[in-house]
């Protein structure tokens, strides 16, 4: 099983990053994938999630409005689109794949990408 984020980088506020994860090893479609992030010094936070079947999305008050979580299942991919960034959305930002019905702990996460935002 492999989960492969790229896409961060360094951005001023205001502009505009957009994540991806490539997912293998595992039957992608019927997986909610969820976006994670870790900012300095703190705990990890959800971000984002895209359902399995109806493709369902929800979002954490902080970055609704502004990103936008999508899945391409012909690709094995999930996206994050991120708009309007802020500087207190500088993180480790990580997906992980979530089986309906099972426990937590055996999600898949990938290794993270680091999203910088500053001018």
């Known amino acids: 099983v492999q989960l492969v984020e790229s896409g961060g980088g360094l951005v001023q506020p205001g502009g505009s990053l957009r994540l991806s994860c490539a997912a293998s090893?595992?039957?992608?479609?019927?997986?909610?994938m969820n976006w994670y992030r870790q900012p300095p010094g703190k705990e990890r936070e959800w971000v984002a999630r895209?359902?399995?079947?109806?493709?369902?999305?929800n979002y954490a008050d902080s970055v609704k409005g502004r990103f936008t979580i999508s899945r391409d299942n012909g690709k094995n991919t999930v996206y994050l689109q991120m708009n309007s960034l802020k500087p207190e959305d500088t993180a480790v930002y990580y997906c992980?794949?979530?089986?309906?019905?099972?426990?937590?702990?055996?999600?898949?996460w990938g290794q993270g990408t680091q999203v910088t935002v500053s001018s």
């Open positions: 992980s794949a979530h089986r309906p019905g099972a426990s937590r702990g055996n999600d898949y």
């Open positions: 090893g595992f039957t992608f479609s019927s997986y909610a």
């Open positions: 895209v359902n399995s079947g109806s493709g369902s999305t």
